[in-house]
């Protein structure tokens, strides 16, 4: 198993351009996280899926958009990129169910610079 | 709500033992605990879960107290290895686990030779 993917690894935005950072499971997991984790400090929740088809908002969703078209993926959308996106993104997957949410898998993560 | 971990930040040298906490201002109905090495994704050590149910690490182990909402990690003949920032998880809904974790803001642990 490959486990959760990321890509890209690395990029460099200009100010106002947009872009999907790609995410992909082969675990079978319904649900699907993205974090934004600043120099630092902690992970901070942007985005999560239950399954495909449903998405929800979490602290910091503004300035991103999700799909969950399938139980693979989730890609992760940045409109207008703007230097206060600048961060390291992580994927996250894990299994829930009879009202236990197991461990969560990162992805090893995308650094995104916005200048 | 944020959980609160503490200490922020802590030295050991290889050999001592460390307890790091997290408690919550809410009733918990799991709480999960991951280390970060510098520049690398988080890693799942354990979970505790409401009732008493834990799974986890072999050298690593953990208590949940949910009358206090609190939460421990002790890391006993710490070593080199057990550097890096450990993270406290919290679900959100005491009645559900379905919840997304919020994740405290992390304790940073350093291990000397």
């Known amino acids: 198993n490959a486990g959760v993917t990321q890509t890209p690894k690395f990029r460099i935005l200009k100010i106002g351009q947009s872009m999907t950072l790609q995410c992909a499971q082969d675990?079978?997991?319904?649900?699907m996280y993205w974090y934004r984790q600043d120099p630092g400090m902690g992970l901070k929740l942007i985005y999560y899926?239950?399954?495909?088809?449903?998405?929800d908002k979490g602290e910091v969703p503004n300035g991103y958009n999700v799909s969950r078209s399938t139980t693979e993926d989730f890609p992760l959308r940045l409109e207008l990129a703007a230097p206060s996106q600048t961060s390291v993104y992580f994927c996250?997957?894990?299994?829930?169910?009879?009202?236990?949410?197991?461990?969560?898998?990162f992805g090893p993560g995308t650094r995104l610079t916005v200048t | 709500q944020q959980p609160v971990q503490s200490p922020q930040a802590v030295i050991l040298r290889e050999g001592e033992d460390a307890v790091i906490n997290c408690s919550s201002s809410?009733?918990?109905?799991?709480v999960h605990w991951y280390r970060q090495k510098h520049g690398e994704a988080p890693i799942f050590l354990m979970i505790?879960?409401?009732?008493?149910e834990q799974k986890g690490h072999d050298k690593i182990s953990a208590s949940f107290n949910e009358k206090k909402q609190q939460s421990s990690l002790y890391l006993t003949a710490s070593q080199l290895s057990y550097s890096g920032t450990y993270f406290c998880?919290?679900?959100?809904?005491?009645?559900?686990?379905?919840?997304?974790?919020?994740f405290g803001k992390g304790t940073r642990l350093s291990v000397i030779a």
């Open positions: 996250a997957s894990s299994y829930s169910g009879g009202g236990i949410t197991y461990e969560q898998y």
């Open positions: 675990m079978n997991h319904n649900y």
């Open positions: 899926s239950v399954g495909a088809g449903i998405t």
């Open positions: 809410k009733a918990l109905y799991s």
């Open positions: 505790l879960l409401k009732g008493g």
């Open positions: 998880g919290t679900d959100g809904d005491v009645y559900s686990g379905n919840t997304p974790l919020v």
